[in-house]
């Protein structure tokens, strides 16, 4: 485990200005057109912040998110720029416990919907399934078992919920209702494609992407954006291929590790939320780093 100079929880950098604080991300302003976004160690799970930070987390995030970013920049442009982060944090203790963490970002409006894409029915996609047959609207066909691969991934919208509030699964439709027909479809089709070329990559490094949550904003011109963080641990289910087998939560590369030992307290899945074992800490740790070895080596 990293040592916990290496951690870190919560950022309060004095030279600029806060404009909020996310369930892992701190994000400061830097001039109209920029801000700076770091990536922390928290973790989130059932939508609530957990009190003990995962060691390096954030550092993997961010690093994922930048391979990804710059491996689908000719499908979508995205929000990073050259601007380096020693030209905005030019005191360097200032900037040391967020180096690997900080990224300066365009200032961009986010859709006010998650873009959320299935290839395989896991999660509330599957507790969704088991009551109606469908997900999100999208009607399955009968007698899946849990973890199965879909015919060909779906499209499953969400809203953006507050910390501490969930995220609520929508149809294609409310989603048209909240950004318009055009917008949506563009979403919907980049969404699918992103995940459909980086499962296919994954999977021959031996990594099942089960699904993925994309996030994307709006300039002042009404240009789309990729933003926030791509195929990562925290946004994506991840599988070892050599571990798969349908009728079972697989075992993973991401949080579901966290959510699995979770659910096996007698918690509420409200805030606060419990502390975690100290093995459970070092073995989710290892996860995300080995996830990121494997992806990006």
């Not at 919920?161 to 609520?168: K, P, T, V």
């Not at 494609?193 to 002042?220: M, P, S, W």
């Amino acid at each position: 485990m990293e040592s916990s100079i290496n951690t870190l929880y919560r950022t309060n950098l004095e030279s600029l200005e806060l404009l909020n604080s996310g369930k892992v991300r701190d994000i400061y302003n830097i001039d109209d057109d920029h801000m700076l976004i770091v990536t922390s160690d928290r973790l989130s799970a059932f939508d609530v912040v957990l009190p003990d930070p995962i060691p390096g987390k954030g550092k993997v995030l961010t690093a994922l998110s930048e391979f990804w970013f710059n491996s689908f920049e000719g499908l979508v442009p995205n929000h990073l720029t050259d601007i380096s982060l020693e030209s905005v944090l030019t005191d360097s203790a200032e900037r040391g416990p967020i180096e690997g963490r900080g990224i300066v970002v365009k200032k961009l409006k986010p859709l006010p919907v998650e873009a959320i894409v299935r290839g395989y029915i896991i999660g509330s996609g599957w507790k969704e399934y088991q009551q109606s047959g469908s997900v999100c609207g999208i009607q399955l066909e009968q007698g899946l078992q849990q973890a199965d691969k879909l015919p060909e991934p779906i499209f499953t919208p969400s809203t953006k919920a507050e910390i501490g509030e969930h995220d609520e699964n929508i149809n294609f439709e409310s989603m048209v209702d909240l950004v318009g027909s055009e917008l949506a479809a563009k979403v919907r089709d980049i969404s699918l494609e992103i995940y459909i070329q980086g499962a296919q990559y994954a999977l021959g490094r031996g990594i099942i992407v089960a699904d993925t949550k994309l996030e994307f904003g709006l300039d002042g011109d009404g240009k789309l954006y990729l933003i926030d963080e791509v195929l990562t641990p925290d946004s994506s289910r991840f599988w070892p291929v050599s571990e798969y087998q349908p009728g079972m939560s697989p075992p993973s590369f991401d949080k579901q590790y966290v959510r699995d030992y979770l659910e096996t307290l007698d918690w509420d899945k409200t805030d606060p939320g419990p502390s975690l074992p100290e093995d459970v800490i070092r073995n989710t740790a290892a996860k995300y780093r080995e996830a990121q070895d494997i992806l990006t080596a």
